[in-house]
């Protein structure tokens, strides 16, 4: 079945550094791809997404573009404050297996350091 | 414009107790999907419910049911409780149309089974 697979946690940064969590999917159909962020005792909030082939999606200085060649979908931002700290959820949705339902990666908990 | 809510917050219940959750969903929206996020894990997908009938299950047995409300609200039953039952519940809300990908979450509901 469709799986994501998420770089290894947790990421450990100062602020103003560059930042990259490597994500790569399973899929046998066309997946949308979906970065998700988690803070401290809350839900989900969608972060940014690509519905297709080297689309990039992009968000409050947050980027990921939609390689199917390598079928990656890696998050990067230039300059990380210690308010990205959160973990951070790679997934990928494919409308054709019926139900539109999200597939997630095991997380990166990303702390950031003032 | 109203998010997603979920009610209630946090819930503790016994070993072979049922518990019931509930799930409003975002205005305009018409699907709704459930989410079980254990700690440290990424969510796993329960199953989603569109035009108040079932529209595709992960791999949760019976004793995990739904139902969704003419008004879209939607809730999660899970009969026989076990201690692996603890976790984040999250429900998710969507428009099943053919242009749409997101999915918003709600704050979700923290189950512990004792």
């Known amino acids: 079945g469709d799986s994501v697979t998420q770089m290894e946690g947790p990421v450990t940064l100062s602020e103003e550094a560059f930042l990259t969590i490597n994500c790569t999917y399973t899929?046998?159909?066309?997946?949308?791809l979906f970065w998700y962020v988690q803070y401290p005792g809350e839900g989900l909030q969608l972060l940014l997404k690509?519905?297709?082939?080297?689309d990039k999606g992009s968000n409050k200085g947050f980027e990921a573009t939609y390689r199917k060649e390598t079928t990656s979908f890696h998050l990067e931002k230039g300059s990380v404050q210690v308010s990205d700290s959160a973990v951070y959820f790679c997934?990928?949705?494919?409308?054709?297996?019926?139900?539109?339902?999200?597939?997630f990666g095991q997380g990166t908990r990303l702390t950031i350091n003032p | 414009e109203t998010g997603v809510t979920q009610s209630p917050t946090h819930l503790i219940k016994t070993r072979g107790q049922q518990v019931t959750l509930r799930c409003s969903s975002q205005s305009g929206h018409n699907t709704v999907s459930w989410y079980q996020q254990a700690l440290g894990q990424g969510p796993q997908f329960i199953f989603q419910?569109?035009?108040?009938?079932?529209?595709g299950r992960g791999n949760f047995p019976p004793r995990f049911s739904g139902l969704q409300f003419p008004n879209y609200s939607s809730e999660l039953n899970v009969n026989a409780l076990e201690l692996d039952d603890s976790a984040l519940y999250l429900c998710?809300?969507?428009?099943?149309?053919?242009?749409?990908?997101?999915?918003?979450f709600g704050p979700g509901t923290r189950l512990t089974v004792t």
């Open positions: 690509a519905t297709k082939a080297d």
């Open positions: 419910y569109y035009r108040e009938e079932e529209n």
């Open positions: 998710a809300s969507s428009l099943t149309s053919a242009y749409s990908y997101e999915q918003y």
């Open positions: 899929a046998t159909g066309y997946p949308s």
């Open positions: 997934a990928l949705s494919d409308r054709r297996q019926g139900a539109q339902k999200l597939v």
